[in-house]
């Protein structure tokens, strides 16, 4: 049993990694270049992209940087706005779940048109355009990323076992200590699988308010400028870097997951 | 059912009152930015003089007027935005279907569609471009691509989801694999296929929008993007973005509505299960 098990597991990476050195050797051939009739200047090579990554690193990392904050900062906020936003909507029902339609239908909104209006609203905040830029980015995050949470949350405050609120009406529990006790450890795992979407979205909202913003920093913006000067292999370097920002941060919220739910499998 | 009515007109009064407390903070922030500002419509401007620029007949752009410039310019994006989203919901629920036929296709294919997932497809936007030549082209292949992802991640999930009895029974009426297949597993997936519609129709909508913000050639973003730079009126653009926000919204409703419609004869108590669950 266990030596089938290793073996899936084992063909699970190696198929993909297989598929994945083929396309690259397509890539670097450019066999992938007459398969999309176009030419090493819109789709550069591989080896030429990682060389550019490279010989502009300090740059690189001045805009992984900035991204970086934006994003974290913006889905760290708006995860406790959302887990608030449930946590009211659980102690008053009636005009809580209405609060939660509405942040839901915000959600809908295409950041597109939320990123040129909160940029307008911050003009004010700060006289140094690099921090209000920001601030306005941060709150683009942040509303993206506020839905999702309040949405998975509610639900784990809310689905707790059936008999476990009754067990702590016999413990003679409060309100508060059976919700700190019984719905807020309920909820853990509904936050990871808010997380679990929020995190790519906190990193493609970031990348596409950068577009908007003020100030020109930011993967996503050197992405944009880059082609408007129509120097591809340096804006294909960025991309590089925005995919491995948004896969790296995804690991490390796999791992955060498996270590703090671990007693839970 | 009476008293079901009852709550749902109740809890339909909440969203109202919710929607009625935001326009009052709107308002009341309009005021302020009123009296601070010297051009207090490019920051805030009250809802009435946007309502009001609907209706006005002023041309503001090549002889037509705000509302028309709004409606033609959404006309466009939206065609794109739906063929793309056609295309994606096609070509992902095939892949769910491929992946879950074959083991080995959805070995190597799920790290990949991880990775789509990951990668800022919208930032990817002008690179679409660059490669088709054809900004047309290139909306319909990003809101495609941004489809693709939830659909059949999800459909993927709906066609796991079976439970075993039911394949036993099939196994049990010694049935193949194309009956197996269109008795047992694709209707039980329909209703995750829409949950993964629903994620991804607002999502075509915002990538074909921003796709028109770097070339040309009309549609919302265009029309954006100008208007933001004051090319026209600045009520364009207030327009344009109430628009675009009530075509996500309507776009994830509208799901909605032909999801209820395809499952009407669904047993209630599943498709209320199915609700709670999302």
Redesign the interface.
Known sequence: MRKKLKKGTV??IV??VL??VFLFVLWQTQVLHQL?H?DTF??PLPSRIVTIIFDNLSKVMINVQATVIVSLCGLILGSLLGYLMAIIAVVFP??G???L??VS?F???????LA??IT??T?DVSDDASVRSMIAKILVVMVVCTASMSVNAYRGLKDVKPFSEDLMKTYAAGKFTTFVKLRFSNSAPYVFTALRVSV?SS??GA??SE?FAEYIIG??RQ??EN?VLAQ?AT??AY?VV??FI??LM?AVLMIFESILLKHRR | MKRAKGFLTS?GM??V???LG?VVIWEIGAFYIGQVKRTPE???PHIYQIIESVFSTKAVSSGQTALQVVLTSAGATLTRAGIGFLIGMACGFILALLMSLFH?VE??A???L??I????????A??V???THDIGLSRIVIAAVLTFYPVSANTLAGFKSVEKEKHDLMYLCAANKFQVYTKTMIPSCVPYFFTGLKISA?MA??AS??VD??QGDGGM?CM?SQS?KHAMSIMV?WQ??FF??LI??L??YLMGLIERLVLRHKPARELRAKEEAE
């Not at chain 1, 959600?107 to 048109?113: H, Y």
């Not at chain 2, 997932?117 to 990817?124: D, K």
């Open positions: 063909s699970s198929a993909p598929f994945g999309f176009t819109t789709l009636k005009g779940v209405g609060g339609n509405v239908a959600n809908a909104i295409p950041i597109v048109a040129p209006v307008n609203w003009k790519p990193v493609i990348l596409v577009y993967v996503g992405i944009r082609i591809y804006a294909w991309i925005a995919c948004g896969i995804y | 809890r909440i969203t009152l919710w929607v935001i490019n920051v805030l080995m070995k190597i799920f790290p990949y991880m990775i997932q990951m990668i800022p497809i919208l930032g990817m002008p690179i471009l660059a490669i607002p909508v915002t929008i921003l913000t770097l973003g954006l933001l653009f344009l973005i675009s926000a996500g919204i776009s994830f």
